[in-house]
T-cell receptor, first 113, second 116 residues
């Protein structure tokens, strides 16, 4: 059973518009969440994270929102650029300092010029 | 700075053969992780080490899989005997203790394994 779910395998967005990638989790013990980005033939790279004590974290064009009551988080990319085309993985962990991550299956984002 | 290094990048083998995947973590990182990525299951943690000691191997699918970390700069993941269902991309990742962003892991490029 998947504890971290990314229900949209793919998403297409026009350049300049907002991309919204969603992630749901079932384990209420998760308290730290991360987004990774992966290009073909490369390993995932860390993008942004959020602790459960916050509901929003922003880094440039990337913002992650956390809704603990709904066990839902989302990644917003504004404005979307063609270089953002990649697979995005949501990940979660239990406890600050836990090094064990549970990943979703990923969402492939295509930004159309 | 060199990132996580994995070898080989691609491996094609026949069912029943032994396969060894190799990983060199980033110098100074004391956590090392092995993941497997498949279409069906996504990215799964197989095992991780802290200071060369295996901490959790509950993700290792079965006894055919084994992992070692003889020193701080080298780890292996071995599959013996290999089966077609082991075909996947295997990633190694490393992490230092106390990163600014908790749990940030640095991934290698992966080894694509095909078992015929």
């Amino acid at each position: 059973d998947q504890q971290v779910k990314q229900n949209s395998p793919s998403l297409s967005v026009q350049e300049g518009r907002i991309s919204i990638l969603n992630c749901d989790y079932t384990n209420s013990m998760f308290d730290y969440f991360l987004w990774y980005k992966k290009y073909p033939a490369e390993g995932p790279t860390f993008l942004i994270s959020i602790s459960s004590i916050k509901d929003k974290n922003e880094d440039g064009r990337f913002t992650v929102f956390l809704n603990k009551s709904a066990k839902h988080l989302s990644l917003h990319i504004v404005p979307s650029q063609p270089g953002d085309s990649a697979v995005y993985f949501c990940a979660a962990s239990v406890g600050a300092g836990s090094y064990q991550l549970t990943f979703g299956k990923g969402t492939k984002l295509s930004v159309i010029p | 700075d060199a990132g996580v290094i994995q070898s080989p990048r691609h491996e094609v083998t026949e069912m029943g053969q032994e396969v060894t995947l190799r990983c060199k973590p980033i110098s100074g990182h004391d956590y090392l992780f092995w993941y497997r990525q498949t279409m069906m299951r996504g990215l799964e943690l197989l095992i991780y080490f802290n200071n060369n000691v295996p901490i959790d191997d509950s993700g290792m699918p079965e006894d055919r899989f084994s992992a070692k970390m003889p020193n701080a700069s080298f780890s292996t993941l071995k599959i013996q005997p290999s089966e077609p269902r082991d075909s996947a991309v295997y990633f190694c990742a490393s992490s230092p203790t106390g990163t600014i962003s908790y749990n940030e892991q640095f991934f290698g490029p992966g080894t694509r394994l095909t078992v015929l």
